[in-house]
């Protein structure tokens, strides 16, 4: 097939499916104007136009699988966790389907979603307006490959460093972790929540158990070959599994996702044959998925006491039908609208930078600011910002002070704060971000790995703080161990420098093994 003929193809299938979803939209629209009887009709035009959107989205996505995977991967996400829930209530008729979504009427649960549809759309036509910003890198990448890498002389000294990092920062990790699930044991998952944090944890063995997740990034980040991926992976793996049982399923699937990603994206400068991911591969991933999605429902329901076995198809249904909850909060966040003091609302969508000032010990001894100790009591809810916290005890109260929560999402603090400008401005933010991933792998080993860890940050956005993922990554604990890392890669570079004959050699070689 010709390329002229494939690029009318392409936009054949585009039209039909985009326009297709427009108009659907418009339509909705135009129905929930007649009102009464017409609300149930217009809801599911609306669904309609979702499916058509969604379907447009992973086609053309599947165009460029590779350039485009952490595009596709949170698009895979916000449809789980923001939509999952929806898919199933609407499939399953409307007989239940305010009750199954937790809907106070049907206008309500079609502002909800058209929030959700507003974002989608935007985030896609983010990604695709921003392209010209990224030209210069996807270019390279297609017609230079490996030679389109930022490859720098300290990057073999820079990976041994983060590796041996990596394996005395498990040591404290591991402990922390173990404590974590110990809690998990002995309150139940509910009510670890509305404990106090830890004190027999000392506060260096904290500290120095921050570093495990950051070497890793920074490992990765150095393009390490198969042989030398072994060991930290599986430090890695036993790291994800463990997770699992402290009840918490979102570390497990994040930590997953960002490894897809890098290993996804470093496809690209690598001849087929020697590729991590090819047919068979895919295949047995697409196995591994199914499996694990049942595996996480049965952890889910070993978590909430739950007995008896299910199928595999059910579990998975199931899973989706959980997974989706996040539309809960954002539904409860319309219903509730005229219960915000919308002078403050934007206060919501700025907290993880609260939490960032009063915590951070440098900030706070320079300041005076308290620090933010997240507790489930009445004095913590009365006071904070947290909107998943703040939204919850106004939802149900008694389930908030037992231990439970809706959690938050992004788009429902976009929403709150400045409404559907909100929506629509943070979502372009997130499209442009990801336009930036799909060439991560070009850019220089710190910014390198900071975007692995900011992809895994804003993967599971549809189920967090618009703003966490920034203090996340740019933590000053991260940043001064990057710069800790550079000095110290400098100063191995200087004393190996001295017992060779060609002190320039030892810091400008790179072992053939080490080339992509």
């Given at each position: 097939m010709t390329a002229d003929r494939l690029n009318r193809k392409n936009t054949l299938r585009n039209t039909i499916f985009f326009g297709s979803a427009g108009i659907l939209i418009i339509l909705a629209n135009l129905i929930m104007a007649l009102g009464g009887f017409y609300y149930i009709?217009?809801?599911?035009?609306?669904?309609?136009?979702?499916?058509?959107?969604?379907?447009?989205?992973?086609?053309?996505?599947?165009?460029?699988?590779?350039?485009?995977?952490?595009?596709?991967?949170?698009?895979?996400?916000?449809?789980?966790?923001?939509?999952?829930?929806v898919y199933v209530a609407f499939f399953r008729g409307p007989k239940n389907l305010l009750y199954n979504l937790e809907a106070e009427n049907f206008q309500n649960l079609f502002t909800a979603l058209q929030i959700i549809t507003v974002s989608l759309i935007v985030v896609y036509a983010a990604y695709k307006l921003s392209a010209p910003l990224f030209l210069k890198r996807e270019k390279a990448i297609r017609e230079k490959g490996a030679g389109a890498l930022h490859r720098e002389p300290l990057e073999p000294i820079i990976r041994q460093v983060s590796v041996a990092v990596?394996?005395?920062?498990?040591?404290?990790?591991?402990?922390?972790?173990?404590?974590?699930?110990?809690?998990?044991?002995?309150?139940?998952?509910?009510?670890?929540?509305?404990?106090?944090?830890?004190?027999?944890?000392?506060?260096?063995?904290?500290?120095?158990?921050?570093?495990?997740?950051?070497?890793?990034?920074?490992?990765?980040a150095t393009m390490p070959n198969k042989k030398q991926l072994k060991m930290p992976m599986l430090l890695y793996f036993v790291y994800m599994l463990a997770s699992l049982f402290t009840g918490r399923r979102n570390t497990f699937v994040c930590e997953a996702v960002m490894l897809l990603v890098y290993f996804v994206l470093r496809d690209n400068f690598l001849p087929h044959e020697k590729r991590f991911f090819r047919k068979k591969t895919?295949?047995?991933?697409?196995?591994?998925?199914?499996?694990?999605?049942?595996?996480?429902?049965?952890?889910?329901?070993?978590?909430?006491?739950?007995?008896?076995?299910?199928?595999?198809?059910?579990?998975?249904?199931?899973?989706?039908?959980?997974?989706?909850?996040?539309?809960?909060?954002?539904?409860?966040?319309?219903?509730?609208?005229?219960?915000?003091?919308?002078?403050?609302?934007?206060?919501?969508?700025?907290?993880?930078?609260?939490?960032?000032?009063?915590?951070?010990?440098?900030?706070?001894?320079?300041?005076?600011?308290?620090?933010?100790?997240?507790?489930?009591?009445?004095?913590?809810?009365?006071?904070?910002?947290?909107?998943?916290?703040?939204?919850?005890?106004?939802?149900?109260?008694?389930?908030?002070?037992?231990?439970?929560g809706f959690g938050t999402s992004f788009v429902a603090e976009a929403y709150v704060a400045y409404g559907m400008g909100g929506v629509a401005a943070i979502s372009a933010m997130i499209g442009v971000i990801f336009r930036f991933f799909s060439s991560m792998l070009t850019r220089s080993w710190p910014v390198m790995a900071l975007s692995l860890i900011a992809v895994k940050n804003l993967i599971y956005i549809p189920r967090n703080f618009t703003f966490l993922w920034v203090t996340n990554v740019f933590s000053i604990t991260y940043l001064c161990y990057f710069i800790f890392l550079y000095f110290a890669s400098l100063l191995l570079a200087g004393i190996s420098s001295h017992v060779r004959t060609d002190p320039l050699k030892a810091v400008s070689s790179v072992p053939e093994e080490d080339k992509t």
């Open positions: 009709t217009a809801n599911y035009v609306l669904f309609a136009a979702n499916i058509a959107l969604n379907i447009g989205i992973f086609i053309d996505v599947l165009k460029n699988i590779r350039r485009d995977f952490p595009l596709l991967a949170f698009i895979a996400s916000f449809d789980l966790l923001l939509l999952g829930r990596l394996i005395l920062s498990s040591v404290a990790f591991f402990f922390v972790l173990f404590q974590t699930i110990l809690n998990v044991f002995k309150y139940g998952y509910l009510g670890s929540f509305t404990q106090k944090p830890d004190k027999n944890i000392p506060s260096v063995i904290s500290r120095i158990s921050f570093l495990f997740v950051p070497s890793f990034a920074v490992f990765l895919v295949i047995a991933m697409i196995v591994v998925i199914a499996a694990c999605a049942y595996f996480l429902e049965r952890v889910a329901e070993m978590r909430s006491g739950s007995s008896g076995s299910k199928g595999l198809f059910s579990s998975i249904l199931n899973f989706i039908y959980s997974q989706g909850a996040s539309f809960r909060v954002v539904m409860k966040t319309v219903d509730y609208w005229n219960r915000f003091d919308h002078r403050t609302t934007y206060q919501f969508l700025f907290y993880p930078f609260e939490i960032f000032t009063h915590n951070n010990i440098v900030i706070r001894t320079i300041f005076g600011f308290k620090p933010i100790v997240e507790t489930q009591n009445i004095q913590f809810v009365s006071s904070t910002h947290n909107f998943g916290h703040v939204l919850t005890f106004l939802v149900a109260p008694e389930r908030y002070l037992s231990g439970g």
